[in-house]
């Protein structure tokens, strides 16, 4: 079955701090990942690819195909990094995105 | 670019009545528009995939007849809620597949009294 798993509800850290948030995944096939954003009151928006492998305000995140796990790393976090980010993956035959539960990243000064 | 609108933003409603929240793609054209549903603290719950100028599907356990999804044009799909009930409120969001990506709406906030 295709399922997306972040055990994390909620990770808080202090500024400077490095993080990392978990995501698992399930899919048969190959998987097309996402990290997703939402800072409070905005909308959903895209914060990183695994296809594109780029890196987006300071966040990367590898796929790991024998771990079947995409986590979202930063080295220094910034308070305003504070969100929920959802883990998504896509299918591709319906083009649906699968999303986590979602973790929400709190960042004291 | 690839700005996606929803309208109203915010709604509330009585028992028993019908609601219809729109979603249009601002600059682009979407063929394929898809419907969430988010609970306060919760994941994003997919309900439908609308298809223009087509029936929309409907994910396991969502009502058809409850949530009317009409794909009308390349810019605009319609997510009526008919006959409302308060377990109904909730955040409704819908997205706009373009280039094989998904943008967001800003989400429409349904309470029903």
């Known amino acids: 079955a295709q399922r997306v798993t972040q055990p994390e509800k909620l990770l808080s850290v202090f500024k400077g701090a490095p993080v990392e948030l978990k995501c698992n995944y399930s899919?048969?096939?190959?998987?097309?990942l996402f990290w997703y954003v939402q800072y409070s009151r905005q909308r959903l928006q895209l914060l990183l690819r695994h296809i594109s492998r780029e890196s987006i305000k300071g966040f990367t995140a590898d796929l790991n195909k024998g771990e079947t796990s995409f986590h979202l790393k930063k080295p220094f976090a910034q308070e305003e990094d504070s969100a929920m980010y959802y883990c998504?993956?896509?299918?591709?035959?319906?083009?649906?995105?699968?999303f986590g539960t979602g973790t929400r990243l709190q960042v004291f000064p | 670019g690839a700005v996606v609108s929803q309208h109203p933003s915010w709604v509330i409603c009585k028992s028993g009545t019908s609601v219809k929240i729109e979603c249009r793609s601002l600059d682009f054209q979407a063929t394929t528009m898809f419907w969430y549903r988010q609970f306060p603290k919760q994941s994003l719950m997919l309900m439908a995939t609308?298809?223009?100028?087509?029936?929309?599907?409907?994910e396991q356990g969502v009502e058809k007849d409850k949530f009317l999804i009409n794909h009308a044009s390349l810019t605009l799909s319609t997510l009526t809620v008919t006959s409302a009930h308060p377990e109904d409120s909730s955040f409704y969001i819908c997205?706009?597949?373009?280039?094989?990506?998904?943008?967001f709406g800003p989400g429409t906030r349904l309470t029903v009294t």
């Open positions: 609308s298809n223009e100028g087509s029936k929309a599907t409907y």
């Open positions: 998504a993956l896509r299918d591709y035959n319906t083009d649906k995105l699968i």
């Open positions: 899919y048969s096939g190959s998987p097309e």
């Open positions: 997205s706009a597949s373009f280039v094989y990506e998904q943008y």
